[in-house]
């Protein structure tokens, strides 16, 4: 135990240092670099949350939970996180994120018992603490884990952002979405939120480099993201993201083009935005160029295409999207991601959650109080008919406390995606676990 608490505690410190001192070191070069010399007064800014979180996931029959027991799975877990934000100058700032969780429950219990009866199937169980095993930083630091319960600390931002005249660079752990899907993203490669993620407030932070720049009425954005092979820990171009954006409009219509290499694959792609009456619209599409075929194709496309609308009907405030996705690298014969590293590799690098290749998803909210909101989110694989309804009730309690209550319900026959499909050279299913959730977060 205290050699773990020394090595996470080492580890923290060490990344602390190395995000907020070092600009502060730097910080003569750059206001010199940036065109700025007068001393200007140093302002900090504090916020973050403490979140209790639990729920009930319901295990079912014909799976491989079957050999571990299907009883209800209550978890928990408790996470703080503490932001900071310095401004040296009107031209350079640094922000470092920490947080801190700790939980377990019934469900990693049952997850380490199946990692240990089917490693190849379940090898981070079912319940585990995150790691930066891809990272090119290794900041988060396991300090407790057994059977039953984990605890770890993190920094999830780490950066420090320079200003000169003609843009903005940033360096370090930081968030970059790209594309404009809201269930679905295809556009968004570095660690898009999943399908299933209700609770949106943090997107997980990349090592990265990012400058954006403006020529002339086009915005140019651009990334290169630093990882490493994550079982040889090795670093290189075949691990890295490059690539650039340009954004610009075309008349009334925003447009984004993309290219880049991601991995030892090229991507490129194209998002558009406009707007009709009261509602807006949006458009991506992507061709991903494959390095090593994938069942005999050395391409594929993947497209996504939403519009969103407000309105007031019986005294509510409504709002509402609808979306359509094509992932073109799916057969959608689920159990093609046991043999195909193509899709085995983007599912385990968390930039792919659909094993179908058409789905629909949309989204309602009602606004019962102006304290208390209703959402209902159905995703549906319109390949066999089967789905997933994620309703949401979010209380805010006062203005800075939320309370928050989901659920996960799926449907769907045998050899569905949602429903359950075959695992081959096994005599169990794959079917996703229902599950009701509960949270409360107070941010400060």
Not at 124 to 133: E, S
Not at 301 to 321: M, P, Q
């Amino acid at each position: 135990m205290i050699r773990f608490i020394s090595k996470a505690a080492v580890k923290f410190f060490a990344c602390l240092f190395l995000s907020v001192w070092m600009p502060v070191i730097m910080i003569p070069v750059a206001s010199l670099w940036a065109g700025e010399t007068e001393n200007t007064a140093v302002e900090t800014e504090w916020d973050g949350h403490l979140r209790l979180y639990n729920r009930a996931v319901f295990p079912r029959s014909g799976t491989a939970q079957d050999a571990v027991g299907l009883d209800p799975n209550y978890d928990g877990f408790i996470e703080y996180r503490l932001n900071n934000r310095v401004f040296f100058n009107s031209s350079i700032y640094t922000e470092v994120h920490w947080e801190a969780l700790a939980g377990g429950g019934n469900t990693r219990k049952d997850g380490n018992a199946l990692k240990d009866r089917y490693p190849e199937l379940f090898p981070n169980g079912l319940f585990a603490p995150p790691n930066d095993d891809r990272r090119f930083f290794d900041l988060t630091a396991v300090v407790h884990e057994d059977e039953e319960t984990f605890s770890y600390h993190r920094l999830d931002r780490a950066m420090v952002s320079f200003s000169p005249a003609w843009g903005e660079i940033r360096i370090g752990r930081q968030a970059v979405t790209w594309g404009h899907g809201f269930t679905f993203n295809p556009m968004d490669l570095f660690n898009p939120f999943a399908p299933t993620d209700l609770e949106r407030d943090y997107k997980t932070g990349d090592d990265l480099a990012l400058a954006r720049f403006a020529i002339q009425n086009t915005d140019v954005e651009l990334v290169y993201v630093a990882r490493r092979d994550p079982v040889t820990g090795q670093t290189g171009l075949d691990e890295n993201s490059l690539g650039a954006k340009i954004h610009f409009f075309a008349g009334d219509i925003e447009v984004d083009l993309m290219v880049l290499r991601h991995y030892e694959d090229g991507v490129a792609g194209i998002g558009m935005v406009g707007y009709a009456g009261g509602a807006a619209w949006r458009f991506n599409l992507t061709g991903t160029f494959l390095n090593d075929e994938s069942r005999g194709r050395s391409a594929y496309a993947s497209a996504v295409a939403n519009i969103d609308y407000s309105w007031v009907w019986l005294d509510r405030n409504w709002y509402g999207f609808l979306e359509l996705y094509y992932n073109g690298l799916s057969d959608a014969d689920y159990s093609d991601h046991f043999s195909d590293p193509a899709l085995s590799e983007r599912l385990a690098r968390g930039e792919l959650y659909a094993l179908g290749r058409f789905y629909a998803s949309g989204s309602v909210n009602l606004e019962l109080h102006p304290l208390l909101n209703l959402y209902l989110t159905p995703i549906v694989n319109l390949n066999d008919g089967s789905g997933i309804l994620l309703p949401r009730l979010v209380y805010d309690m006062s203005d800075n406390l939320r309370l928050s209550v989901t659920g996960a319900f799926h449907w769907g026959g045998d050899g569905t995606e949602y429903g359950g499909y075959e695992i081959p050279n096994r005599s169990f299913s794959q079917k996703p676990s229902d599950s009701l959730s509960a949270w409360v977060t107070w941010y400060f």
